[in-house]
């Protein structure tokens, strides 16, 4: 299991199961320092409209196995706990509150 902190200070962790899950998809081998980066510095924070306890990180990646994209990674949030469910290359910010985000 990792940990890491996201824009706010707030210690997320990564378990070996859900690392596993994330990097059975080829072009995620290559951005495990992407979603550190994504948690710490996202240009994009959204609410998610299908759970509550969960918000979406997003960051601009010009040079992706993939082409450009953004990068999502997906928390949940707990009382006493945020971990990663999941993270994904996408062309597009899904809709939903916009909870942060980065200065022009």
């Not at 378990?15 to 951005?31: C, K, L, Q, Y």
């Not at 949940?76 to 899904?94: E, H, N, P, Q, S």
Request: glycine share 4%.
């Amino acid at each position: 299991m990792k940990y890491f902190q996201d824009y706010k200070g707030l210690k997320i962790r990564l378990t070996d199961e859900r690392r596993a899950h994330i990097f059975e998809h080829p072009e995620m081998v290559p951005m495990e320092e992407a979603i550190v980066e994504a948690l710490l510095r996202p240009e994009c924070v959204i609410q998610s409209r299908s759970a509550e306890d969960t918000q979406l990180y997003y960051r601009y990646y010009a040079e992706t196995r993939v082409g450009g994209k953004l990068l999502c990674v997906v928390v949940k949030l707990k009382a006493l706990d945020a971990f990663i469910l999941t993270a994904y290359l996408t062309d597009k910010i899904k809709k939903g509150e916009v909870l942060w985000k980065t200065k022009p």
